[in-house]
């Protein structure tokens, strides 16, 4: 997945203000401690933080 269709999700599902606040902001033991943004820093792979965001928030899978 490219990082700007992982951006598109997160706005589209989060809203285009609140997605970034959220990948500063919310720590998820799930990206080994990290916000969104880490883990992305950090080389994690897109898709990968996108499910994992998806879990944790309970996405719906017609948002997935």
């Known amino acids: 997945m490219r990082l700007t ?3 598109q999700r997160m706005a589209e599902y ?3 203000g609140y997605a970034d606040t959220f990948a500063r902001d919310h720590v ?3 990206l080994g401690g990290r916000t969104v943004h880490e883990a992305l ?4 792979d897109a898709k990968e933080v ?8 309970d996405v719906p899978r017609e948002n997935r």
Do not use: K, L, R
């Open 50 to 57: 996108w499910q994992v965001v998806c879990a944790v928030m």
């Open 28 to 30: 998820m033991s799930e």
């Open 41 to 44: 820093d950090a080389g994690w």
């Open 14 to 16: 989060f809203g285009p």
């Open 5 to 7: 269709v992982f951006w």
